[in-house]
């Protein structure tokens, strides 16, 4: 008898996201917020809670700040995460989101995270180490932090794989690039992110689609491109689809893509065709758009976004 599918998330450089709306941002002048709001985030939280928002069991773990656990905790708690956080000293760091209805743009204030001790990543390996025996997927997503070499993604991969876990990796720059020749079951790279993998501009569906392709003969079973408006392209195998997204009002599109990696894994745990998978997977990033921190609208919403998400099939 099968079971449903245990996702756990790993956060490495997690943060509390002060999100700030300012009607015409500008550089070099005085900018008056309209309104702001705290949440806890980070890539791998953010997708934890989507997932949790989606009825998935689902564990989150990673390395966080003691001194400022607060938002993290309370979260867990209200949407019945499993908490496996490793608590180390300090304070996680708080990024800035500027959100600017009136131009239609988000900047990001990126802070540097806490660097972990040899004590603190003992700590995290004896966690993992638990939580490899009741889960069937680890997310691996997020910037890695002073103190913790680049090759971190994909010594997780190795060891991951060995004890017949699978793996979705949602990163970026060396420890991405490092990661992804180790063959990671599923990739959820944005377009410039995937341009500075392959080392090329990517300008258009069919740059994007032969890039993707490229990493499956890797060894990666899945790659899904997220590509903003112009919607994402999915390939596994021989197949590919581009999911092309309805128009929506945006609130923010900070964790848009970890809702995307979110739609994606309960997609897979509802065994869904890679069509449909595109097409939840999209949803997912669509109804974030439209909130501010990392929560979904009611799953009604989802899948009425769902049938509006245009799938057109690539050769």
Known sequence: MSHPIRIATLSLNPAI????????FAAGRVNRVEREQSDAGGKGVNVASFLADAGIQVAATGLFGSANIEPFVE??????????CVRLEGRTRVNVKITDPALDQVTDINFPGLSPTAADLVRLTETLDQLLAKIDWLVLSGSVPAGIPNAIYAELIDQLQARGKQVLLDASGAPFAEAVSHGPDIIKPNIDELAELVGRSLDGPDAVLDAARSLIDTGVRLVAVSMGPDGAIFVEGDAAVHAIPPSIQVKSTVGAGDAMVAGI????????????????????????????GPHLPPMSVIEELATRVEIKRLK
């Open 75 to 84: 979260l867990f708690a209200r949407k019945g995460i499993d908490d496996r």
């Open 265 to 292: 894994l309960t997609g897979t745990a509802r065994g869904l065709d890679l069509a449909d998978r595109a097409r939840l997977g999209t949803a997912f990033s669509l109804g974030a758009l439209g909130q501010v």
């Open 17 to 24: 996201d002060q999100t700030a709306r300012i009607a015409n």
